[in-house]
């Protein structure tokens, strides 16, 4: 069976920085788009980053320039390097991945990490 786990969330003051990570393990023939998504409470879970298998990027504009996406195929990994955070990125963060397995294509969901930007 497949399964994200994430880590890396935590709490940090603003002007700081995180770095998300989360690695896909199981049977897995192909990994195609990989993403971050988060989730404010009260707010619908919006994409904040996604990257392609050949490493083509898309952000959130609200996250433009200060979060970078990337992905480390052989390890099945998608990272999120959050610098310079603010108080508004506070949410819950989960990982998203569309894959090919033993059971077919599906799309999977991290258990979601929280990050708390605060002083």
């Known amino acids: 069976q497949v399964q994200l786990v994430e880590s890396g969330g935590g709490l940090v003051q603003p002007g700081g920085s995180l770095r998300l990570s989360c690695a896909a393990s199981?049977?897995?023939?192909?990994?195609?788009?990989m993403g971050w998504y988060r989730q404010a409470p009260g707010k619908q879970r919006e994409l904040v980053a996604s990257?392609?298998?050949?490493?083509?990027?898309n952000y959130a504009d609200s996250v433009k320039g200060r979060f970078t996406i990337s992905r480390d195929n052989a390890k099945n990994t998608v990272y999120l390097q959050m610098n310079s955070l603010k108080p508004e990125d506070t949410a819950v963060y989960y990982c998203?991945?569309?894959?090919?397995?033993?059971?077919?294509?599906?799309?999977?969901w991290g258990q979601g990490t929280q990050v708390t930007v605060s002083s």
């Open positions: 199981g049977s897995i023939f192909s990994i195609s788009r």
């Open positions: 990257i392609s298998r050949g490493g083509t990027t």
């Open positions: 998203n991945v569309g894959l090919v397995s033993s059971t077919g294509w599906n799309d999977y």
